[in-house]
């Protein structure tokens, strides 16, 4: 039977800070089911809503945070290690960059910082599990991507290495979320790795085809690289394992087409931006993952260069909520059937007629 997707929910990620009701899960929780959210997903990362070590350590914390969540009607979608993921592979050119994302006794040690990040994506596994999770959302990281662009040329045998090395660091971790009975979907994403379809064919290959190697979809990345993004579901669905909606808006010019990072973002062509400002077509997009029976959620991911977030989110819910299908049970077309027999079959085909 088909699945009708869950949602609407909420990423937190771009809301938490140290302001109630954002500084704590309890009152950030009651905020999003007020806004009329029925999930969250939660990011590792920000000790003020989640601690990992505890959650990985401890099922009866899993259970007080699933508590928490539920005592406001929502639930807790997936875990996030964005930042962590991103940690497992950094090109020495970023390695001041993302210092950031480590902590601080980790900074200027790559080796090390490199190490945490695996120890912690193991411990998103084991917490997942705890929280009877069977989906995660993450970033692969990087090697190859400051060689993007085919020029200087490449050295013959680059691009093959890097994504060698991008699978043997990844293996032992997705053996860790098989253990866990947890997918691990990334976010498709330029500045990673894996930022369209051939690549994640190429990092698939390069894990030996893991079972839990999947797709966090996000067609804001996709719109800006003018990528097809539903054809994108027509080939890759049966990987699709998350989905982050979020808007995107492309407006070339004579100054600037898909390369015009260098602009801040409210001068970029390709900007980021709030639920229904933007270009992606979002009907398309829910009636494709209808199509191939997606049963995760439909989680906000709310960035926007011009629209405060707290209106994102608040227009968020509901247009999540309008845009999701209920599946249907049966064909339109049923009332005008009727009990037919073999016999009937041949005669309607011409063939054995009385």
């Known amino acids: 039977m088909a699945s009708t997707m869950q949602g609407p929910a909420l990423f937190l990620a771009q809301f938490a800070g140290d302001v109630a009701p954002f500084n704590s899960l309890d009152a950030i929780c009651k905020w999003a089911a007020d806004l009329g959210y029925k999930g969250v997903q939660i990011p590792t990362w920000d000790a003020r809503l989640f601690d990992l070590d505890k959650a990985a350590t401890s099922k009866t914390y899993c259970d007080e945070v699933k508590g928490t969540a539920t005592r406001h009607g929502l639930a807790i979608t997936e875990l996030s290690t964005h930042l962590q993921g991103q940690l497992v592979a950094v090109h020495p050119a970023y390695d001041d960059l993302f210092d950031g994302f480590a902590p601080a006794h980790l900074h200027g040690k790559p080796k090390a910082r490199q190490e945490w990040a695996v120890e912690q994506l193991k411990k998103a596994a084991v917490a997942s599990k705890h929280l009877g999770l069977n989906a995660h959302v993450s970033f692969t990281g990087a090697l190859a991507f400051p060689y993007l662009y085919p020029w200087p040329q490449r050295p ?23 253990e866990a009975g947890v997918d691990v979907g990334y976010e498709i994403h330029p500045g990673e790795d894996v930022f369209d379809g051939t690549t994640f064919e190429m990092f698939l290959a390069a894990t030996k085809n893991h079972k839990r190697c999947a797709i966090n979809y996000d067609p804001s990345h996709f719109l800006l690289q003018q990528l097809d993004y539903l054809s994108f579901i ?28 260098y602009s801040s973002w409210t001068e970029r062509a390709g900007r980021f931006r709030s639920l229904g400002d933007g270009q992606v077509d979002f009907a398309g997009i829910f ?7 997606y049963k995760g959620w439909a989680v906000l991911e709310w960035e926007c260069c011009l629209k405060h977030p707290e209106d994102g989110a608040r227009e968020g819910a509901p247009f999540i909520e309008n845009h999701i299908i209920r599946v249907t049970e049966k064909a339109f077309d049923d009332f005008a059937g009727g009990s037919i027999d073999k016999a ?10 009385r």
């Open 234 to 261: 027509d080939i890759y669905h049966s990987h699709i394992k998350a989905y982050h909606v979020k808007d995107a808006e492309f407006n070339p010019t004579g100054k600037q087409g898909v390369y015009s990072g």
């Open 344 to 353: 009937q079959i041949r005669r309607t085909l011409g063939l054995g007629r």
């Open 287 to 293: 009636s494709k993952l209808a199509q191939y029976d």
């Open 156 to 178: 013959p045998g680059l691009v093959e290495e890097a994504f060698k090395e991008l699978g043997k660091r990844w293996v032992p971790i997705l053996n860790a979320f098989d």
